[in-house]
């Protein structure tokens, strides 16, 4: 099995800044590309940023120059750092994960989430 659990929301003003990390764990040999989305009440899940193995990035167009996604390899972690924070990017954030187990078998995962709330 393979989990990946959120980390780093809370209730931020607006303008502030929150960092998210993910992290994956269990049966991980690789990774291939990670990823964040966000779901805000009554809303669909939509991509916030993504990721590749080599580096390669893109960003919803809502939170370019203000949201950075990294990751760190070793510690098959990905980040999200959240900067000048607006009401609405209000959401319940999840991380992805996919790449291969231990066995040699493809997996896509998503992180159980963590609230991020920005108040006006």
């Known amino acids: 099995q393979v989990q990946l659990v959120e980390s780093g929301g809370g209730l931020v003003q607006a303008g502030g800044s929150l960092r998210l990390s993910c992290v994956a764990s269990?049966?991980?040999?690789?990774?291939?590309?990670m990823g964040w989305y966000r779901q805000a009440p009554g809303k669909q899940r939509e991509l916030v940023a993504r990721?590749?193995?080599?580096?390669?990035?893109n960003y919803a167009d809502s939170v370019k120059g203000r949201f950075t996604i990294s990751r760190d390899n070793a510690k098959n972690t990905v980040y999200l750092q959240m900067n000048s924070l607006k009401p609405e990017d209000t959401a319940v954030y999840y991380c992805?994960?996919?790449?291969?187990?231990?066995?040699?078998?493809?997996?896509?995962?998503w992180g159980q989430g963590t609230q991020v709330t920005v108040s006006s």
């Open positions: 992805d994960a996919q790449g291969t187990t231990h066995w040699g078998t493809a997996f896509g995962s």
């Open positions: 269990g049966s991980v040999r690789s990774i291939d590309a």
């Open positions: 990721i590749t193995a080599g580096g390669s990035t």
